[in-house]
């Protein structure tokens, strides 16, 4: 799909942002464990949609689950199906998904006293998962891994007879997904001794009946920081956020100060707009260890922008979607600039004038679509396989049509 920019004549943009697919995964497990929990306001995404399709099944009568690339739903369904005795499930995905690594999370629960066999090759998927009832209470586990690991194990603890004592190894990568894991099963009335070196989650057998109402995305509201900071003016209204959000992207806010955009909150959603006379710096670091997410997309504003960049904290880019740090590199470099990555760093060095009908390779990554397509307002340029957003974020070239971007 070929992009192009035509300014309009609306400066102001008001937007509605679908729920958090992070908040919703979660609290699908827990409304799995706790039918009277009342869900409003989920995702619409594919992630979302996979992992409430794959709960609504009688499981005593399935043989097969396949999650196609939703890597929250193998994680959350590998530890989630492991509890439920007498069900033996094959869980599959897309080529990709079984080359993501899912052996830290299989030991650990093997720990437990889970029954789960590698279909093919150990350590990855598919999985043959034998439910049954897990009796131990304590586990140690690698913490500078995904989170969703250690979220999984946290997110079927108040099942166990005893609850869950994780024991975190080495630092914490994504600690604000774990906190807000944390903080979705304390909503719900789950108790959770929560610190740096370990997590507890108190055994519960069922909640009073709870509500609760999804907040939307800040991973895909960054996408329109980004093209605010490549606009030359323009103001957005975007719904439906929390000040104290539990999403570690909501740190978007911070991250894009440094870019000239300021973030305003009021009631329920929040106001974008330039910083006036803003002096954008010539380099800017940053760790993003606690949220890697952010990464291709603040990388790709800098580029648009012309600012050199250093990122780090992204050791697990490697094991997503796609080698994002590789990705990032190979389609950055074709507008000209020079990337140098590491296994956990990104760094983009200065270049005078962007190419243009360049054409992003996406690696059926949903991220990498999104990521470029704010540059479509500094040159034409042309997203391979562009349906990959509805991973996470099913409407955004909707979106992208009413800021001009065509």
Same mark, same amino acid.
């Given at each position: 799909m070929k992009l192009s920019y035509t300014p309009i004549k609306i400066n102001q943009f008001q937007f509605e942002i679908t729920g958090s697919k992070s908040i919703s995964n979660r609290y699908l497990i827990l409304k799995a464990l706790f039918p009277n929990l009342e869900l409003k306001g989920l995702s619409n995404s594919d992630d979302t949609q996979v992992l409430q399709k794959a709960l609504s099944k009688p499981l005593e009568e399935t043989k097969e689950i396949d999650i196609h690339h939703a890597g929250t739903a193998m994680r959350f369904l590998t530890a989630y199906l492991s509890t439920i005795p007498g069900s033996e499930i094959i869980l599959t995905g897309s080529e990709r998904m079984q080359e993501r690594p899912i052996g830290i999370l299989v030991e650990a629960l093997r720990t437990l006293g889970a029954s789960i066999e590698y279909v093919k090759i150990e350590g990855f998927p598919p999985l043959r998962i034998s439910g049954k009832s897990l009796?131990? $209470?304590?586990?140690? @586990? %690698? !913490?500078?891994? %995904?989170?969703? /690991?250690?979220? =999984?194990?946290?997110?079927? =603890?108040? &099942?166990?007879?005893?609850?869950?004592? *994780?024991?975190?190894?080495?630092?914490?990568?994504?600690?604000? /997904?774990?906190?807000?894991? !944390?903080? =979705?099963?304390? #909503?719900?009335?789950?108790?959770?001794?929560?610190? #740096?070196?370990? @997590?507890?989650?108190? %055994?519960?057998?069922? *909640?009073?009946?709870?509500?609760? !109402?999804?907040? &939307?995305?800040?991973? %895909?509201? #960054?996408?329109?920081? &980004?093209?605010l900071a490549l606009m030359k003016t323009g103001t957005f209204e975007i719904s439906t956020f929390n000040k104290n959000s539990l999403q570690g992207d909501s740190k978007v806010a911070e991250f894009y100060k440094l870019l000239g955009i300021e973030t305003q909150f009021d009631k329920e959603s929040i106001q974008l707009s330039k910083i006036e006379d803003f002096k954008f710096p010539t380099k800017i670091e940053l760790d993003l260890n606690d949220t890697p997410d952010l990464a291709q997309t603040f990388a790709v504003t800098c580029l648009g922008l012309g600012v050199e960049c250093v990122l780090t904290g992204l050791h697990t880019l490697k094991v997503k979607e796609t080698d994002r740090l590789v990705a990032l590199k190979n389609e950055i470099e074709k507008f000209g600039a020079e990337v140098f990555i590491t296994t956990e760093s990104l760094h983009l060095k200065l270049i005078s004038k962007l190419h243009s009908e360049v054409?992003?390779?996406?690696?059926? $990554?949903?991220?990498?679509?999104?990521?470029?397509?704010?540059?479509?307002?500094?040159?034409?340029?042309?997203?391979?396989?562009?349906?990959?957003? &509805?991973? #996470?974020?099913p409407d955004f070239w909707e979106k992208m049509n009413m800021l001009g971007i065509q």
């Open positions: 009796r131990k $209470d304590t586990i140690s @586990i %690698s !913490a500078d891994v %995904s989170s969703q /690991y250690i979220t =999984a194990l946290m997110l079927i =603890a108040p &099942s166990l007879k005893n609850g869950l004592t *994780i024991k975190l190894e080495s630092k914490v990568t994504s600690k604000p /997904y774990l906190r807000m894991t !944390a903080q =979705a099963l304390e #909503s719900i009335g789950v108790k959770v001794d929560f610190d #740096s070196h370990s @997590i507890k989650v108190y %055994s519960q057998t069922e *909640i009073e009946p709870t509500q609760i !109402a999804v907040e &939307s995305d800040w991973s %895909s509201v #960054s996408y329109f920081y &980004s093209c054409k992003i390779k996406t690696y059926q $990554d949903h991220r990498m679509a999104m990521a470029f397509a704010p540059l479509a307002l500094k040159t034409d340029l042309e997203i391979l396989n562009p349906e990959v957003v &509805s991973k #996470s974020f």
